[in-house]
Structure formats: structure tokens, C-alpha cells
């Protein structure tokens, strides 16, 4: 049974930094497309970055530049490295797998998914 766990979520001031994790079981990370995706409170899901089998990576625009996505295939464990912060980053960031070569920001097409850990970027 494909299972995903993110931790490594808190509070954070603005300009700092947190590295979230993605530990994997049920599957091998590398073979599948895994995306990180982020929803704030009355807002919807969105998609923020990706990393496809082959190592191809995707980020949205708002975090070009600040966030970075990786997997360590040994550890079967994706995480996102998230430098200067801002308020607005401020969400529930969630993991998720896709049973595709190539990954992409649009949280529909993702099946399956961890339970989320809390971002909170505040002074």
C-alpha cells in the first residue's frame, strides 16, 4: 500500500528558512512523479513544486528562486527546501504521488497523498 508522510513543518519569521520531508513506503520514489502542493486557509489547492522520474524539476512562479525540490532515492524520501520565507507561503504543504514519467503542478491529476504538515511563516 503506497503511503506518504511529510514532516518538517512549524513557525518560521519571515526571511527564514525549513526543509519539509516526504518519506515514501508501499513504492520507490523514483518510480513515479512526486509534487509538493500547498493550500492556505479559504483558498484552494495549488500546485508549488515537482520532480519528475527523471529528475526534472517544475516550480511555480511564486517560489522560483526560493524553494528547491529533491529526492534521495536511498532513503525513499523527497523533500522541499524552502528559503526566505514569506507570510504568504503560509499553508498546510502536501506530498503526492503521479503515476507519470514527466510531473506537473495540477493537483487533480495526483492520486495519492499524505496528510499535510503546517507552514506558518509570522513574525
Known amino acids: 500500500q503506497l503511503q506518504l508522510v511529510e514532516s518538517g513543518g512549524g513557525l518560521v519569521q519571515p526571511g527564514g528558512s525549513l526543509r519539509l520531508s516526504c518519506a515514501a513506503s508501499g513504492f520507490t520514489l523514483d518510480s513515479y512523479a512526486m509534487g509538493w502542493f500547498r493550500q492556505a486557509p479559504g483558498k484552494e489547492r495549488e500546485g508549488v513544486s515537482c520532480?519528475?522520474?527523471?529528475?526534472?524539476?517544475n516550480h511555480a512562479d511564486s517560489v522560483k528562486g526560493r524553494f528547491t525540490i529533491s529526492r534521495d532515492n536511498a532513503k525513499n524520501t523527497m523533500y522541499l527546501q524552502m528559503n526566505s520565507l514569506k507570510p504568504e507561503d503560509t499553508a498546510v504543504y502536501y506530498c503526492?504521488?503521479?503515476?507519470?514519467?514527466?510531473?506537473?503542478?495540477?493537483?487533480?491529476?495526483?492520486?495519492?497523498w499524505g496528510q499535510g504538515t503546517q507552514v506558518t511563516v509570522s513574525s
Open positions: 520532480i519528475g522520474r527523471g529528475g526534472g524539476t
Open positions: 503526492a504521488a503521479l503515476s507519470r514519467v514527466a510531473c506537473v503542478l495540477t493537483p487533480l491529476l495526483y492520486s495519492d
